[in-house]
């Protein structure tokens, strides 16, 4: 049976990983990348140090696992998502550093949008909300602000994407411009009812449609990679998917009502609604889930912008610690935080609350406050956030939570899945197998490839490694949740160095 390499390529690291057919890692490989800040707000990639440590990870994962690359059955590729890309077609050069997801820099032409009432017609098109965090003002930034750039996207001399897109074209030598419908969905050019480009968004935006990549399924024959990336070897590539995407197929979570939480650089939640998108009214936004066969998939999802980078803001800012691994043993030196409240908002707040101007906040603090209460602070703010995002979930699918498949780095942390499963009241279920990203990229390519047939059968070896019960009461719980909206209201509004009213 052949083997499925996945590309992950993430935030703050390009990883690869090797799965066998029973979904269980061979071997990996990973880079650190490196986060580039030229200002404050702004975050960027250098897109060569994205393709060059992602092939180098794919390399070093075959390796590690002993797999000749014959031995492959298909490339799945995963990434972070609405960071954005522009580079030349002739060369495949880039033209700037990519903007990521993170940045913050066109807050105020979404301003200016919401400001002219444009906010209901995106949302209705899209799914999404008016906010720098997707791809289509980072374009649009990137053709007003670089030489010539948007002259050269009309004469069609340029070419956009996400990291998928950009992974795919190095892959195959530019014979295959194309993005999954997860990641178009995450552009505000799609039509999500579609599953196409729409007109009106791109006008709106001001997107030359020469730019865009073709739109394609989730889960099908992509193309090949070059001989050359894989000792003579063209690899077809049969899976993609947005992280966050990719991680709710790794999850099996495949039927209406199911949903996972992945605890990385940021947060994000997402239910699966099936074939019926619906729409938010509770700050969250509607998006493609991974797209199998011809019909369509969605989910709800909520985002969360600094979670784990709250753990990495205690070792690098305040040097509390001197490895993120250390952050469960120090927050529980105490048996609470002590009244601190930490509201980690360093580059606003996502869902549901939508404020790109929030900052962050640190209260209830006294002269026995500890570094143990503000990392323990910081741990509970991670489940306070994901928290909101699932009372906002259960709004609006109407349907309440039965259970929470968590996954990423942060899942490992013990005391964080107990505090989370206090604050939902539901079981949390973190799986043997806690590389679900890379994973769900793994059974989109193995559904190309054959190595399975339908999704019900992924479903089937998906395993629980561990459930944490919920042990705090009701009423205490919702007197948490009411004190960390509080510390909210005090972060949101923090501009210019005014502090908020009140």
């Not at 903007?99 to 949008?113: M, N, S």
């Not at 079981?427 to 559904?447: F, H």
């Not at 479903?459 to 007197?479: T, Y």
């Not at 949740?481 to 972060?491: F, G, K, L, N, Q």
Request: proline content about 5%; hydrophobic content about 45%; aromatic content about 6%.
């Amino acid at each position: 049976m052949p083997c499925l390499l996945a590309l992950d390529q993430g935030t703050t690291s390009s990883r690869a990983i090797v799965f066998n057919e029973e979904g269980s890692p061979l071997g990996e490989a990973r880079r650190e990348l490196r986060q580039i800040y030229p200002q404050p707000g702004w975050v960027e990639h250098d897109p060569l140090e994205i393709w060059e440590g992602q092939l180098a990870c794919a390399r070093g994962a075959l390796a590690d696992a002993g797999i000749h690359p014959a031995d492959v059955g298909a490339i799945g590729i995963t990434n972070q998502r609405e960071t954005t890309l522009l580079w030349e077609r002739a060369t495949g050069r880039p033209l700037a550093n990519a903007i990521v997801w993170q940045d913050r820099r066109t807050a105020d032409l979404c301003d200016r949008l919401r400001a002219g009432g444009r906010e209901a017609e995106v949302h209705a098109r899209t799914g999404l909300v008016l906010d720098p965090y997707f791809s289509a003002t980072k374009l649009a930034w990137l053709l007003d602000h670089l030489p010539g750039a948007r002259a050269r996207a009309q004469r069609g001399e340029l070419a956009f994407g996400t990291v998928d897109t950009w992974l795919i074209w190095q892959l195959t030598g530019g014979r295959q411009h194309l993005t999954d419908v997860t990641n178009a969905s995450r552009t505000l050019l799609l039509d999500l009812a579609r599953g196409d480009w729409d007109e009106d968004m791109l006008e709106l935006f001001r997107i030359p449609r020469a730019l865009l990549p073709r739109v394609v399924p989730s889960s099908g024959w992509l193309g090949h990679t070059l001989p050359e990336h894989f000792d003579g070897v063209a690899l077809p590539i049969g899976g993609v998917a947005g992280d966050q995407q990719a991680a709710l197929f790794g999850q099996a979570c495949h039927a209406p009502g199911q949903a996972k939480n992945t605890y990385g650089t940021g947060c994000f939640l997402l239910m699966h609604t099936g074939a019926t998108r619906r729409q938010s009214a509770h700050g969250l936004v509607a998006t493609a889930a991974a797209q199998t066969g011809s019909q369509p998939a969605y989910a709800l999802e909520g985002g969360v912008f600094v979670a784990g980078a709250a753990v990495q803001w205690l070792r690098d800012g305040l040097g509390l610690i001197r490895h993120s691994g250390e952050v469960e043993a120090l927050a529980a030196q105490v048996p609470d935080s002590g009244g601190v409240v930490f509201v980690p908002a360093f580059t606003g707040l996502g869902a549901p609350h939508w404020d790109a101007r929030a900052r962050g906040t640190l209260l209830g603090l006294t002269r026995g406050s500890s570094g143990a209460h503000i990392a323990r602070a910081a741990l509970e703010a991670i489940a306070f956030q994901s928290a909101e995002l699932a009372a906002a979930v259960a709004a609006d699918s109407g349907t309440a939570l039965e259970a929470l498949r968590v996954d990423g780095g942060a899942s490992a942390n013990d005391l964080l899945m107990q505090f989370q499963a206090d604050l939902l009241g539901v079981p949390v279920q973190r799986p043997r197998v806690q590389e679900t990203t890379a994973l769900g990229a793994a059974y989109l390519a193995g559904l190309a490839a054959g190595v399975w047939h339908h999704p019900a059968e992924i479903a089937a070896i998906w395993q629980i490694d561990r459930e944490f019960l919920p042990r705090m009461s009701r009423d205490e719980a919702r007197a948490r949740m009411a004190r960390w909206s509080e510390a909210v209201a005090r972060s949101r509004g923090w501009d210019a160095g005014a502090p908020p009213a009140g």
